[in-house]
């Protein structure tokens, strides 16, 4: 188990670094998994497996300059490599690849924008005494 986490590791062209920060793995963990001192559960390689485009065929790789994301055409999600995933109702089949770009490069900053927003909110709700009203 512990070779098929740096199998997978290694398909995606990951360093162990780049890889524990994109799946939220402890790279102590990571690194416990890839020697051999310690496995993963088998349903985390399944879930990382299911991400990789290496992997599963259904996921279509979106490139943004550097960035990549990933389009499940059977779950309808876009995923940016930290695993955040952004259901679609649209088929991106048909789509020119430069528009697509633009608009996946568009979802993705929008929703970081809103998470950003999110989580200072939510520490400003820990730091001072606000009671928000609609």
Not at 54 to 62: D, F, P, Q
Not at 93 to 101: C, H, M, P, Q, S
């Amino acid at each position: 188990m512990s070779l098929m986490i740096k199998e997978l590791r290694n398909s995606c062209g990951m360093t162990q670094r780049e890889f524990a920060e994109s799946y939220g793995i402890p790279m102590s963990t990571l690194r416990k998994w890839e020697q051999g001192e310690a496995s993963p559960a088998p349903y985390v390689v399944t879930l990382i497996a299911s991400t990789l485009p290496s992997v599963n065929s259904a996921l279509r790789e979106i490139r943004v300059g550097k960035k990549k994301y990933y389009y499940d055409k059977l779950k309808k999600i876009i995923y940016d490599s930290k695993g955040n995933g952004i259901k679609v109702s649209e088929d991106l089949d048909g789509i020119k690849e430069n528009n697509l770009e633009i608009y996946t490069e568009d979802l993705f900053g929008s929703f970081y924008e809103a998470q950003d927003r999110f989580n200072r909110d939510c520490r400003l709700d820990r730091e001072e005494d606000i009671i928000w009203s609609r």
